[in-house]
Each structure stands twice: as C-alpha cells, then as structure tokens.
C-alpha cells in the first residue's frame, strides 16, 4: 500500500481513535496502535473487494444495448469500401449462408436505396422487380442523376425467396418474419387480429437478432442513404414511415403516389405494427416508405420506373 493512501487513512481515522485534547505519552502510544489497526483493516477491506472484482465477470450488455451503441457510434476514419458499379457486393449471408448482395450505381451526394424481398418467395416478385431495375439502369447509366447514388439490395430474404415462392416462403430459416425483428417498437409477440396469419411466424428472441437484419443495418448505418423504397406485395398501397408518421416520409410517399397508381394514403389495416424495418429507418433520420405492388405476381415495371425516376429527384 502506498504511502500517501496510508498518510490519508492516518488523518481520517486518527481523529477518531485517539479522541480529543494532549495525550500522555503511554496514552498517544496506544491511539497510535489503535490507528496502526484501523488501517490494516481498512487495508485488508480494499484488498478483498478488489480481489472481489477481479473474480467477479462484468454483465454481459443486452441485445438492446449492443444495438443502440452500434447506432449511435461515432464513425471510425477508416475510408469505407467502394462498392463495385453495377455488379453485386456481398454484405453478408443469410442463416442459410446465402449471400445478400447490394448493387451500386452512380457517385452523387443524394444517396438513395430501394430493397426488396424482406419477405421472401412470398413477395417474390418485388425481388423480380428489383433485378428489372438492376437490368434497365446497366442498360440505361444516365437513369441515375449524376448528383445521386442509388443502392439496390434485390433480396433481404434470400432464404425465404430461394426456398418457395409461396406462403411459406415469408419467414427466413430460423421462422422469422425479418420485418419484424428490427429495434422499432420490436416485441416478442403482437396482436395478430388483422394481421398476416397464414402460417405460424415469430418476430426472433430479440431485435436484430437475424444475420439478415444485422447486415442490412450495418450496411445502412456505414452507406447513409436519406431515403430509403422497401418493396412489398401486394395491393394495399404506400406506407409512410414512422410511429408517429414522419414528415419527411409522408412528403416522399406522396410524390411517389403522384407517378404511381398506388393508393395513397393506403388502404387502411388494423395489424399492430411491430420490429419494421422502414420504422427502425426513420429512427435514423431517413424518409422511409413501404411501397405495396398491385399483386404477386406482377412487377408493375413501368410503372416503378416512374416511381425510381421521382424517388431519384425527391428532395
């Protein structure tokens, strides 16, 4: 123990222990011992809660904590990679280990992103959708303002969408409905009267619990965009995001319903919204919409080009 922790401890415990007034000399003696005991005590106190420490393993953080520090960290200097133009880039695999790839196309400032397929063969044509975007921007570079630049993720379901295209093909391979597992009003459970109830789906063990979801966010937290198209199917319009709506979404959301015959606003639901992915975007700062194809089957290509060319130029 060092000697100016013990000079501390003397002029803490010494008052105490000798009491008040002069002292014989066989009187000081005995207070100094009494002293010279307290603070072996008080040394052998700190020194078992110290060894307490030690043995003692910190608490592991929870899931909701892990995300919300990987939200709100400050970004590192380390330059982010530039993705390929036009042409896939992994960003992760699914638990299928599939991999889940993101087109790039343009440089601009104004980043956008357009993902599709978050449920799977269940929508599997708004993952058709996606690669007929992919094909007509390779096709056509100008598509993109020279001010933009537009991510294409064609499947966040990929296992979903390889496995069938039908009702079973909503969940992941863990049985996970994965826009219901992002940190947005996530629960384990929800009211399911009104809701998608054609098969058994859970929401996961906890928000972002899925690899799926976890690239996805990654991607989004590194590339930034401001706004942000997740395609479903089928019929009941366009969603603004956001609990309660935001601003910016519903502005966004109104434009693409002008170019579009999607209804806006949409046809109404009463399903109890829960872990959405659009929801957990706007917590970011990004306009994001669910845009609804008129079936599943169709891709409403023609129209979602009009609908691309507005969200390109949304502001």
């Excluded at 638990?95 to 397929?117: K, N």
């Excluded at 949409?266 to 109890?272: L, Y």
Aim: charged share 15%; glycine share 8%; aromatic share 8%.
């Amino acid at each position: 123990m060092n000697g100016l922790l013990r000079w501390i401890l003397w002029v803490l415990l010494a008052p105490g222990l000798a009491g008040c007034g002069p002292l014989t000399q066989d009187a000081q003696q005995g207070a100094d011992m009494r002293v010279e005991t307290a603070i072996a005590a008080t040394v052998s106190a700190l020194q078992t809660f110290e060894a307490t420490l030690k043995d003692t393993p910190a608490p592991l953080p929870s899931p909701t904590q892990i995300i919300e520090e990987q939200e709100t960290a400050t970004p590192t200097s380390t330059p982010l990679p530039v993705l390929p133009e036009g042409e896939p880039y992994q960003i992760g695999v699914s638990v299928g280990g599939r991999p889940l790839e993101v087109y790039r196309f343009g440089s601009g400032e104004h980043v956008r992103m357009i993902a599709a397929g978050i449920h799977g063969g269940y929508e599997w044509n708004t993952v058709a959708l996606a690669y007929e975007l992919i094909a007509h921007i390779q096709a056509n570079p100008a598509a993109v303002p020279s001010d933009t630049t537009l991510y294409i993720l064609p499947a966040i379901n990929v296992d979903g969408y390889e496995r069938v295209h039908g009702v079973d093909g909503r969940a992941n391979d863990n049985n996970i409905d994965l826009n219901r597992n992002w940190l947005a009003n996530w629960k384990p459970d929800w009211n399911h009267s009104g809701c998608w109830q054609m098969a058994p789906i859970e929401a996961g063990p906890h928000p972002h619990s899925e690899p799926e979801v976890q690239a996805v966010a990654s991607f989004i937290l590194s590339y930034t965009p401001e706004a942000l198209i997740s395609y479903h199917s089928a019929a009941l319009g366009i969603f603004a995001g956001g609990q309660p709506t935001d601003t910016a979404s519903l502005d966004l959301a109104q434009t693409l319903a002008e170019v579009s015959t999607y209804p806006f606003p949409p046809f109404g639901s009463s399903c109890e919204v829960t872990g959405m992915f659009v929801n957990w975007a706007v917590g970011l700062g990004i306009a994001a919409v669910d845009v609804e194809l008129t079936n599943h089957h169709d891709t409403d290509f023609a129209m979602n080009l009009k609908v691309m060319e507005a969200f390109l130029k949304w502001r």
